[in-house]
């Protein structure tokens, strides 16, 4: 079991920024390729963006690219998620996922996922 903890939603205004991490303490984090996903209210659940076990490969959301980025710390470990220009349609429950990964610079896909956070709300007012 992974024990994943999501932390830095809140509330901003359209246009803003928010970074959001995600921490996984007391495992061994580079073994993990990652994820971000969210959830706005009466929808699914939706790919965010995901990077490779070495953060050497990314893959984005077309909702994502060019405002979000991810990246990630395995010294730390951790995940991090940097949103610029926000939307109101970005509001959302934010979770952080993880899978184990052989291959290093491998990223999966949405479906892929064994490990999920509790998430965390980001809501953007407009």
């Given at each position: 079991?992974v024990?994943l903890?999501?932390?830095?939603?809140g509330?901003?205004?359209?246009?803003?920024?928010?970074?959001?991490?995600?921490?996984?303490?007391?495992?061994?984090?580079?073994?993990?390729?990652?994820?971000?996903?969210?959830?706005?209210?009466?929808?699914?659940?939706?790919?965010?963006?995901?990077?490779?076990?070495?953060?050497?490969?990314?893959?984005?959301?077309?909702?994502?690219?060019?405002?979000?980025?991810?990246s990630?710390?395995n010294?730390?470990?951790?995940?991090?998620?940097?949103?610029?220009?926000?939307?109101p349609?970005?509001?959302?429950?934010?979770?952080?996922?993880?899978?184990?990964?052989?291959?290093?610079?491998?990223?999966?896909?949405?479906?892929?996922?064994?490990?999920?956070?509790?998430?965390?709300?980001?809501?953007?007012?407009?």
């Amino acid at each position: 079991q992974v024990h994943l903890v999501e932390s830095g939603g809140g509330l901003v205004q359209a246009g803003g920024s928010l970074r959001l991490s995600c921490a996984a303490p007391g495992r061994t984090f580079s073994s993990f390729a990652m994820g971000w996903f969210r959830q706005a209210p009466g929808k699914g659940r939706e790919f965010v963006a995901a990077i490779s076990r070495s953060g050497a490969n990314t893959d984005y959301a077309d909702s994502a690219k060019g405002r979000f980025t991810i990246s990630r710390d395995n010294a730390k470990n951790t995940m991090t998620l940097q949103m610029n220009s926000l939307k109101p349609e970005d509001t959302a429950v934010y979770y952080c996922a993880a899978v184990p990964s052989y291959y290093s610079i491998y990223v999966p896909g949405p479906m892929e996922y064994d490990y999920w956070g509790q998430g965390t709300q980001v809501t953007v007012s407009s």
